[in-house]
Each structure stands twice: as C-alpha cells, then as structure tokens.
Nanobody
Framework: QVQLVESGGGLVRPGGSLRLSCASS????????MGWFRQVSGPQRELVAL???????NFADSVKGRFTISRDDAKNTMYLQMNSLRPENTAVYYC?????????WGQGTQVTVSS
C-alpha cells in the first residue's frame, strides 16, 4: 500500500506563491507517473499537472506558465510550485501516483487564494 501525504497548502493573497509537497512511503522512482489533481466543487477531480517516470510533464491549460511540477527521488517527494496565484485556483489539491497499474491518492490539502 502506497501512502501519499500532502503538505504546504494554506491561505495566500492573489499574486502570491505556494509550494505543495507530496511525500511517498515508497520509492517514487518506481512510479509510472505522479501528479496533482484538484477538486473545486462536487466529486470530480481535474488534472492540474502530471510528471512521468521519465520526467515528461503535462499541465492544465489554465496553469501553464504559472505552475511547475518536479520530483526529488532522493527524498521520495513530489512538488507543485504555484506562482501568480488567482482566486480561481482555490481548491483542495490531491497528490496522485500510478504504480503497478493501480492509482493511489493522498488525503488532499486546501489552497485558498483570497484577499
């Protein structure tokens, strides 16, 4: 069982920055992909950013140029650097990992962008 724990969420002013972290209980170099999804309202989670084992990345159009996803294999931790934050970015952000054909999820961390 893979355990994923997010941290770094909180309240930030528009235009500010946050860095989310996702710490894994297992070596992340074994994961096919890791990423971040968000939940605004209702049950649906939407992709924010994804990084593959080979280092390739994908981003939602709404965050391109503002968000960066990265991975530190030595620390078994994935990061989401969020810059130029907007109120529309307010959501619960979930860490995601794909391993052995199964998806794993963290518990989520709240990000609130407000003045």
């Amino acid at each position: 069982q893979v355990q994923l724990v997010e941290s770094g969420g909180g309240l930030v002013r528009p235009g500010g920055s946050l860095r989310l972290s996702c710490a894994s209980s297992e070596p992340i170099f074994e994961f096919i992909a890791m990423g971040w999804f968000r939940q605004v309202s209702g049950p649906q989670r939407e992709l924010v950013a994804l990084i593959t084992s080979g280092g390739g990345t994908n981003f939602a159009d709404s965050v391109k140029g503002r968000f960066t996803i990265s991975r530190d294999d030595a620390k078994n931790t994935m990061y989401l650097q969020m810059n130029s934050l907007r109120p529309e970015n307010t959501a619960v952000y979930y860490c995601y990992a794909l391993f052995a054909r199964l998806p794993y999820w963290g518990q989520g961390t709240q990000v609130t962008v407000s003045s």
